[in-house]
């Protein structure tokens, strides 16, 4: 019963040229990343954003703050994620993608 379950999962997941463990730290990280979005970048939106930053962000990053999913945020989580903020990828990816959902309402 439980392989029913778990089958079509693990049948998407391979068809993903992702690693499993990979969207796994991501969605974590994410939720990090959407609650400080909020807080520091208020009336932007926030999942757009926080997939903008999470792509622009490294594999060290990306794990530092899904452990950080676990325990909170910290003060070195905010650092993280405005410090990617300011990249000219995440800035150009944030305005490309969020910039006509701003205008539009």
């Known amino acids: 019963m439980i392989l029913r379950a778990i089958l079509p999962l693990m049948l998407l997941l391979a068809a993903c040229d992702a690693n499993p463990v990979d969207i796994v730290a991501r969605e974590a990280a994410k939720s990090v990343v959407r609650p400080i979005v909020q807080e520091k970048l208020p009336g932007v939106p ?49 305005t490309r993608e969020g910039l006509p959902l701003i205008l539009n309402g």
């Open 46 to 94: 926030p999942d757009l954003v926080t997939e903008c930053l999470i792509d622009n962000m490294s594999a060290g990053e990306i794990s530092t703050l899904a452990q950080e999913a676990a325990t909170g945020i910290s003060p070195r989580s905010t650092e993280i994620v405005v410090a990617t903020a300011q990249r000219p990828e995440a800035i150009n990816c944030i």
